[in-house]
């Protein structure tokens, strides 16, 4: 059973960077993307970006491109992500989530981490 | 990117009945990659239908996926106390990934 277990709730402040971690257990990580989604308070999901391990060449959605960096280890089987910049309307709970099929650059997302939630606030 | 309108935004329906939710493309999603997922408050999504119509693991068969192209559906036939929650689309046809605004369905 695969799990994922993501790093705890962080309070930053404008302009400042969010590091969270997600590690995996209990499957192959290498081969398998990793995607980051995000939910603002109340609202719908975005997805943010990916990587394959295995691969190590993040991709990410356009509206983060330039703030948002993805990194993979895999000797921790352990991928993070970084928010630079921050704005209070990045504040919303961030999600790890793997997809579903090895090695595919699109999929669904089979397998989740709890969630963490990100507060930007003065 | 492919934008995914869900409808309706709130469904409110008894116990037992059957709820008919809609996920519609902007674009033609190709080879059916289309998602649904159920998220309960306080908790992560959790994947339902992959494929437009398979059924993740675990996941009970009144729980079924439809349709094609750019018109999707999710019908729960027969609801059941514990399927009150949000459920949303994603496609994954093309990138990036996107989700629709999700469909709240509520005890009447």
């Known amino acids: 059973q695969v799990q994922l277990v993501q790093s705890g709730a962080a309070v930053k402040k404008p302009g400042s960077s969010v590091k969270v971690s997600c590690k995996a257990s209990g499957d192959t990580f290498s081969n398998y993307p990793l995607s980051w989604v995000r939910q603002a308070p109340g609202q719908g999901l975005e997805w943010m970006g990916d990587i394959i391990p295995l691969f190590a060449e993040p991709n990410y959605a356009q509206k983060f491109q330039g703030r948002f960096s993805i990194t993979a280890d895999e000797s921790t089987s352990t991928v993070s992500m970084e928010l630079s910049g921050l704005r209070f309307e990045d504040t919303a709970l961030y999600y790890c989530a793997r997809g579903s099929i090895e090695g595919a650059v699109r999929y669904s997302l089979d397998y989740w981490g709890q969630g963490t939630l990100v507060t930007v606030s003065s | 990117e492919i934008v995914l309108t869900q409808s309706p935004d709130t469904l409110s329906l008894s116990p037992g009945e059957r709820a008919t939710l809609s996920c519609r493309a902007s674009q033609s999603v190709s080879n059916r990659f289309l998602a649904w997922y159920q998220q309960k408050p306080g908790q992560a999504p959790r994947l339902l239908v992959s494929?437009?119509?398979i059924r993740a693991t675990g996941i009970p068969g009144r729980f079924t996926g439809s349709g094609s192209g750019t018109d999707f559906t999710l019908t729960i036939s027969g609801l059941e106390p514990e399927d009150f929650a949000v459920y949303y689309c994603q496609q994954y046809g093309a990138s990036p990934l996107t989700f629709g605004g999700g469909t709240r369905v509520e005890i009447k």
């Open positions: 494929g437009a119509f």
